[in-house]
């Protein structure tokens, strides 16, 4: 029973029907932490081998998401840490791990809203891309210090996720506008700002983020427009340091068309696209708000063991 939960939140997870870098990294800690909940092994080391089984599947499946990687590899450590612990312990305390995890990633999400809210002012006109929870709460934050805005959301291909946005910000009382993703470069002189979420901050000070967001990069330079990053520290990968590329998670053809009824095609379907540094005005993290070449210093080097 307990086995088929969590087989039903990875196909959940796959599916992108649990979706955004920090809901996929949330669902990857309370898979651990149901595991190790009803996990019977009698000893630390037969839990640990479990927890990292499943683990290494949970980080398949959603390749370009460090965000997940990052919480999975701090919850396994930390219960690597305690293997002294009887197996009944352990399971506890890994239990707890994932509990104060899953804490943490929302009061990340309160520092990112509050910070991001202040670049929103009344009269705003802000294009955003996709569905992100930073996005999101940023705007929540600044339609409850009284701000009047408008956001216009673009409907993101080919899972259509700017439909959740602009219900979620409809329910928030926010101005929605909504168009389709090839119609960002003709209502970008409308816009103010770009506001989107990122699921990965590379060493070189780029982002990546869902498949279309490059474009609309492009669209507000060309138009003046203020392109802002809204994501937690979380998502800095820190092996693209080290001449990893960060990979680009390709998604089935069939979400982009039917291949029986343009036979002989080859369809792509990449499901994040790279928005490099010089594109980025600035990013918003729960550690204060940066231009991307001074945050990808503070996190280098955090990662290096020299920021802390
Ligand atoms: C979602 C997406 C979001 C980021 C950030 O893509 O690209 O902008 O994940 O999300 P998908 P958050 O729908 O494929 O997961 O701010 O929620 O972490």
Redesign the pocket.
């Known amino acids: 029973m307990g086995d088929e939960k969590i087989k039903k939140i990875m196909r959940d997870i796959k599916a992108?029907r649990i979706?955004?870098?920090?809901?996929?990294a949330v669902a990857g800690a309370k898979i651990l932490m149901m595991k190790a909940g009803q996990s019977g092994a009698r000893s630390s080391r037969a839990l640990l081998l479990e927890l990292r089984e499943v683990s290494k599947e949970v980080m398949g499946l959603?390749p370009t998401e460090p965000?997940l990687r990052f919480g999975q590899e701090l919850i396994i450590l930390k219960a690597a840490s305690r293997k002294d612990l009887g197996a009944d312990e352990l399971r506890k305390y890994i239990v707890q791990v994932c509990r104060d995890y899953i804490f943490e990633t929302r009061k990340v999400l309160e520092k990112i809203a509050l910070y991001g809210s202040r670049a929103i002012a009344s009269g705003d006109v802000v294009m955003t891309?996709?569905?992100?929870?930073?996005?999101i709460e940023i705007f929540r934050a600044a339609k409850r210090q009284g701000k009047d805005f408008t956001v216009i959301v673009t409907e993101t291909r080919p899972?259509y996720?700017g439909t959740i946005t602009a219900r979620e910000l409809v329910r928030e009382k926010v101005d929605v506008v909504y168009c389709i993703d090839s119609a960002s470069a003709a209502v970008m002189a409308k816009a103010t700002k770009v506001l989107?979420?990122?699921?990965a901050i590379t060493a070189d000070g780029a982002i990546v983020?869902?498949i279309g967001?490059y474009q609309i990069a492009i669209e507000a330079k060309e138009y003046k427009v203020p392109f802002i990053v809204?994501?937690?520290t979380h998502?800095y990968d820190s092996r693209t340091a080290l001449g990893f590329p960060e990979p680009i998670e390709q998604r089935a053809v069939k979400e982009v068309a039917d291949p029986r009824k343009i036979r002989g095609v080859k369809i792509l379907n990449p499901?994040?696209d790279v928005t490099p540094k010089e594109y980025i005005h600035e990013i918003v993290t729960e550690i204060g708000v940066y231009s991307p070449e001074t945050l990808v210093g503070i996190l280098e080097a955090k990662a290096r063991g020299a920021g802390d």
């Open positions: 992108i979706q955004g870098a920090r809901n996929v959603r965000a891309h996709c569905h992100s929870h930073c996005v899972l996720q989107v979420g990122a699921d983020n869902k967001t809204a994501c937690g998502k499901a994040f």
